[in-house]
C-alpha cells in the first residue's frame, strides 16, 4: 500500500535492499543501511521499517526510533518533509490496522510534509498518494481520494515511479469498483499486477493478484486466489491484512 522506488541497477547496495525489501525482509534490509551515514540513508531505512509496520502490524518500536533519528539528522526542506511524511505513514498504519488511533497525528504530518516539500520535489506523488489513502481509508471520503490518487498518479508517471504507479492503479481501480465500473477496475488491477511482476515485488503480487480477482468472473477470480494464498503462504502470512480477502465471497443463498 505504500513506498517507491525499485533497484538502483549501479548500487549493488540499493539492488541487495531492494531484493530483500521484494520479499518482505524489512528488517534485513534496513540493517544493510545501518552503516551509511547522512539523512538520505536514515529516511530509507525508516521508510522500511514504516512499510514493514503497515504489512506484519509488528515493529512499531523500531520504525518510531527510526524515524525520530531521521526527523533530528534531516538536513532540509525535503528531508523534514520526507520524514513528516514516513510519520503520517506510519500514523496511519496504525490506526487502519487498529493499533491505536492515531487519525490525527496522521493527517498533521502529511499536512506538515505538504507545507515543506516543494509542487515539483520526487517525495511528492508519494505524499499525494498518502494523503488519498488518509481520505479513502480513515475519512471515508471517497472523491477526495480519488483526486489525491489521480495526482500521485501523474507525479509517478513524471518521475518515472514505476512501483508508485503500481499502488496508484491499485487504488484508482479499487475505487472504480466501488462504483461499479468493473472494466476500469479491472484493467488498473491488471496494471498494477503487471508491473509489479516486471518488478519482481514478490510481497506485493499477492494483494494484487488478490484485487484482480475481485473484479474478475470465475473460474478466473478463482485461479487468482488460488495464487495469492501459495504467494500468501509462502511468504510467511505477508501482508498480514491481505488473509481476510482470500476467501472466496460467499454464494447467494
Known sequence: MSGTGTTAEHDPLQTAVWRL????????AAALLASRAGAAAALQRTALLVERCLFTGDGWGEAEDGLRTAEAIAEDDDDRGAAACE??????????????????????????????????????????????????????????AKAAYRR????ATAHSDPL????????LAGLALRDGELAE?????????????????LVGTAPALAALAEAE???????????ATRLFRLL??????????LQPPAAAV
Open 87 to 144: 510519520r503520517g505513514q506510519l500514523a496511519y498504519a496504525s490506526t487502519v490496522l487498529g493499533v491505536r488511533d492515531r487519525a490525527d497525528e496522521a493527517r498533521t504530518a502529511l499536512g506538515r510534509a505538504a507545507a515543506l516539500l516543494a509542487p515539483n520535489a520526487p517525495g511528492r506523488p508519494l505524499l499525494d498518494f498518502r494523503r488519498g489513502l488518509i481520505a479513502e481509508h480513515i475519512s471515508d471520503s471517497p472523491q477526495s
Open 164 to 171: 508508485l504507479l503500481s499502488f496508484t492503479w491499485r487504488h
Open 152 to 155: 500521485a498518479h501523474a507525479g
Open 185 to 201: 477496475a479491472r484493467h488498473g488491477f491488471a496494471e498494477s499486477l503487471r508491473i509489479r511482476e516486471e518488478l519482481g515485488y
Open 21 to 28: 525489501r521484494s520479499r518482505g525482509c524489512w528488517t534485513d
Open 217 to 227: 468472473a470465475e473460474p478466473e477470480a478463482t485461479r487468482l486466489r488460488a495464487e
Open 236 to 245: 510467511g502470512g505477508v501482508p498480514s491484512w491481505l488473509a481476510s480477502h
